[in-house]
């Protein structure tokens, strides 16, 4: 499914089939529907009777694509990577679980299936989600394969951090970028995918509909909320009990989101993932000292690291809660 805010990029890509860069790489926002874009122009690309908008659908290659077995297509994926909740494709198959990196192995096999002839004479198309999930090892295994591409071959490269990409990697392809979809056409499709209460899980997730839809899930909304209520009163904040109960990449999150929305206030007396939360982000930003808070905003994104890390996710936590506990200025 190619996302109404996405159809001008697919048909830029598509605009000269014979002329197609032998490498894209789609970049941008997590929850904008990249993976959606890759895998539709890749299976457009492979179509025996491509339409303007989108593979026919009905011939031999989209049939093998749709099954997941097109001679033609490989997807490679970090194998214990979930599929991205915010930004994945509806998937033919689910992505197997193993390690957390896309290895050398991966990469060389993607080489040589790209060296063999295709199955009907077209297209070998290669998808590799999220690119920067390639350790060093495989990702100069891809640049051999970018440097000498053989003829009628498309790799496709998906990511969120085009930053942790080998800048030679990024030279070589062709350079997509997939922004946010304006504000309106963002909540009109989250409306119309049946979220009546749209603009919350919007502003939570930055201006991403898909990820959105998650941030909009009834039990995780629950979670969130109640968290919330902890850091609008700082004063009163258990750190110890809330770290037992959160789990440490939804924790973050939020924690992260908060934090920035503080500095917002401070700054400019604006909120931006929580404006339900603006008389609350106000009332602590206007009592916590600047330097603060952008001290804790760099420990939160040097904590980043650590998320799925085997650490013991409830000290850390608790360490960051006790840390805003200190400096938040709240006096109710």
Known sequence: MIHPWN????????????????AVLLHGPAGVGKLDLAVEFARWILCQQPGLDAACG????????????HPDFRRVEPMEAEADEADAAPAKKAPKKGS??????????????????????GWRVALIQPAESMNPAAANALLKTLEEPPERVLLLLVSHQPGRLLPTVISRCRKVPVPLPPRDAALAWLRAAGLADAVAPLAEAGGAPLAALACAESERATRRE????LLARPRHLDACQAAQSL????AWGWLSRWVHDLLMQSLAGQTYYFPGRATSLASIATGTALSDLLALQRELALGGRWLQHPLNAPLLLE????RYGEIAGDRT
């Open 7 to 22: 159809l001008g990029l697919f048909r830029q890509l598509g605009t000269d089939p014979e002329h197609m860069p032998h």
């Open 226 to 229: 109640a968290f919330l209520d």
């Open 58 to 69: 009905l011939c031999d290659a989209c049939n093998w694509f749709d099954q997941g077995n």
């Open 247 to 250: 789990t440490l990449p939804e």
């Open 100 to 121: 957390r990196v896309i290895k050398v192995d991966a990469i060389r096999e993607i080489g040589e299936f790209l060296s063999l002839s295709a199955h009907r004479g």
């Open 319 to 322: 360490s960051w809660l006790i």
